[in-house]
């Protein structure tokens, strides 16, 4: 039987080259010159630490992230950007991402299948949803309709069988 696994997850390395490129950008800047500003990466967690003196820097460092984040292939809607704190004389951010299907999202995400009436069957396993069917028409369909859904987090679509 045709199967395929509906996952969110990032690519923990691309994330370690978008903030390396950030931090390669925030050195050759000139408005950042002679400031302390930094992104740290804790590649455990895939959480970005943005760290400056004042905050409207933290806001600039926020769209360089961006652009690096999207250059690299990262969606920026997995991406939640904490507020901006003040810890003394400087400013911190932290950035985290979004990753795994938690039960919440895997409810909406089964509903949104069944409600389409496809032939299909589709079972949590963990962190990831299983999608099996008799015909691949079946699955391409269930792949369009996930596309089109109006969902806060980015889905990718692996381990297709036939």
Same mark, same amino acid.
């Given at each position: #039987? ?14 370690? @080259?978008?903030?390396? @490129?950030? @931090?390669?950008?925030? *050195? ?5 010159? &002679?400031?302390?500003?930094?992104? &740290?990466? =804790? ?14 820097? /933290?806001?600039? #460092?926020?769209? /360089?992230?961006?652009? !690096?984040? %999207?250059?690299?292939? /990262?969606? +920026? ?9 003040? *810890? ?6 932290? %950035?985290?991402? !979004? ?19 496809? !032939?299909?069957? %589709?079972?949590? &396993?963990? #962190?990831?949803?299983?999608?099996? $069917?008799?015909? !691949?028409?079946?699955?391409?369909? +269930?792949?369009?309709?996930?596309? $089109? ?8 679509? =692996? &381990?297709?069988?036939?």
């Amino acid at each position: #039987m045709p199967s395929f696994d509906v996952v969110s997850e990032i690519k923990k390395d691309e994330l370690s @080259n978008a903030v390396e @490129n950030a @931090n390669r950008e925030l *050195s050759t800047r000139y408005d950042f010159r &002679n400031v302390a500003a930094s992104f &740290n990466l =804790n590649k455990q967690d895939a959480v970005i630490k943005l760290e400056a003196d004042e905050d409207f820097q /933290i806001q600039q #460092m926020d769209e /360089i992230l961006r652009s !690096k984040l %999207v250059k690299r292939g /990262i969606e +920026v809607a997995a991406a939640e950007f904490k507020e901006i704190t003040r *810890s003394g004389k400087k400013s911190l951010q932290q %950035v985290t991402f !979004k990753q795994g299907i938690d039960r919440e999202l895997a409810k909406k995400l089964i509903k949104l299948v069944k409600d389409a009436k496809l !032939k299909v069957d %589709v079972k949590q &396993n963990d #962190m990831t949803l299983r999608v099996t $069917g008799k015909k !691949k028409d079946d699955l391409q369909a +269930v792949i369009a309709l996930l596309r $089109g859904a109006k969902i806060d987090q980015p889905l990718q679509f =692996n &381990n297709f069988k036939d």
